[in-house]
Structure formats: C-alpha cells, structure tokens
C-alpha cells in the first residue's frame, strides 16, 4: 500500500463546478497537509497548508484534514479555466520530507 | 518573496555525457535544499537532501556517484547528472526550505532533461 494514494484523473467538469479532489493517506504520523498546484513543465505552486484536522479556506480553495479516517479533500468553488491543471497533495510527520500524491490532473470546460 | 529558480530549464544532451542543474533560491536564505525528480504522471520522488557546507543525503535506490549534490553557499545547489542515459531523462525539481513552523518548501520551475 502506497502511503498516499490520489486519483489521477482526469477530472473534467464545466465551468463554474465544485471541484473536489481527494487523498487517503495510511501514515498516521502525518501532521501537515499541502496541496499543490503544478501546470504542465512547471513547478508545483503551494495552494493550501492545514496542520492537524480541520478546515481552511482561502478565496475559491477550501482544504479539509479528517486525520480520524486519515482523508483529506480540496473544494474549489465556481472553477475557471485556469484552474486546469495537476493538483498534488502532499503530507508530513513534521520532518524535511514531504510524501506526494501521483497528482490528479483537472481540466475545466469553457 | 521565496523565489526558486532553476538553470537550466530544459537541457537535451548525448549519452554518457554530464550534466549540470542550478538550483537558487533569489530572495532568501535556504539551509536546506531538496532535489525531486518526476516521471509523466507520476508523483515528485525525493531524491535527496542537500544542506549548506555538508553532504547531501540520498533516499534510498539513488547512486550518489550519478547524481552529484553540491550545495555551496545559501542560495545555490547543484546537481550533477554524471554519465547520463537514456533512462536518466525526467522532470529535475528542487526546492528550498525557508524555515517556519511546518518546514514549508518552496518549489523551482523545473529543468527538463532528455538523455539522447
């Protein structure tokens, strides 16, 4: 088993969906909770960070942590176009090393 | 603020040939640099870890004789792809680590390598 697992897509909604992408995770050391953003033959870009359980929200991007069943979820809210891309989930026990998710790939029809 | 960059960002070179990629971090001191290496959708996988003025540290399965890790000053690291392959062409990322409270790294663009 994968100590994180995330659906590569792709996921294709319309413009103006809820987008909600998801990871499980089998390590129950993890504390802090990344999603990446990354576009094609760039560098993954830091969207949301959660330490422990709980919600936060920035703008349209809402991250989830539920460490009781070791799941975390992003929301995009009213998607764009421009949110087409390959989203990272990414965790660590409080170390240097981060665990990455295989990335699922979002595509949001005009 | 907390600007990565990489050099370059796509390089095709011959086999057996070395190859050089720059990791800077423009606006702010990293002690810790990482490197990550990316296949087509696949996951970024650590590489190793590379720390001001000392050895880099290799996860396991990497030969640290092919890919070598200098990390020189604060704001530059290097990998080294020495003798490269065909099968060494991949997605190099690096990242530094600008401190605070859950260790956040801070990605580069990328350099793209295709081994002839």
């Known amino acids: 088993q994968k100590e994180v697992e995330q659906d590569p897509g792709p996921l294709s909604v319309p413009e103006g969906a809820i987008v909600s992408l998801n990871c499980t995770y089998s390590n129950s050391a993890f504390q802090y909770f990344m999603w990446y953003r990354q576009y094609s033959r760039k560098g993954p870009e830091l969207l949301m960070y959660?330490?422990?359980?709980g919600n936060k929200e920035d703008g349209r991007f809402t991250a989830q942590v539920d460490k009781s069943s070791k799941y975390i979820s992003l929301f995009i809210r009213d998607s764009q176009p421009s949110d087409s891309a390959t989203y990272l989930c990414?965790?660590?026990?409080?170390?240097?090393?981060?665990?990455f998710g295989t990335g699922t790939r979002l595509k949001v029809l005009a | 603020g907390a600007v990565v960059s990489q050099h370059p960002s796509r390089v095709i070179c011959k086999s057996g040939t070395s190859v050089k990629i720059e990791c800077r971090s423009l606006?702010?001191?990293?002690?810790?640099m990482f490197w990550y290496r990316q296949f087509p959708k696949k996951s970024l996988m650590l590489m190793a870890t590379s720390n001001e003025g000392s050895k880099a540290t290799y996860e396991q399965g990497v030969e640290k004789d092919k890919f070598l890790i200098n990390h020189a000053s604060l704001t530059l690291s290097t990998l080294t792809v020495t003798s490269a392959h065909p099968e060494d062409s991949s997605f190099y990322i690096c990242s530094a680590r600008a401190g605070g409270a859950y260790n956040e790294q801070f990605f580069g663009p990328g350099t793209r390598l295709t081994v002839l």
């Open positions: 959660t330490y422990s359980s």
């Open positions: 990414a965790m660590s026990s409080g170390t240097y090393k981060y665990i």
């Open positions: 606006d702010f001191q990293a002690t810790t």
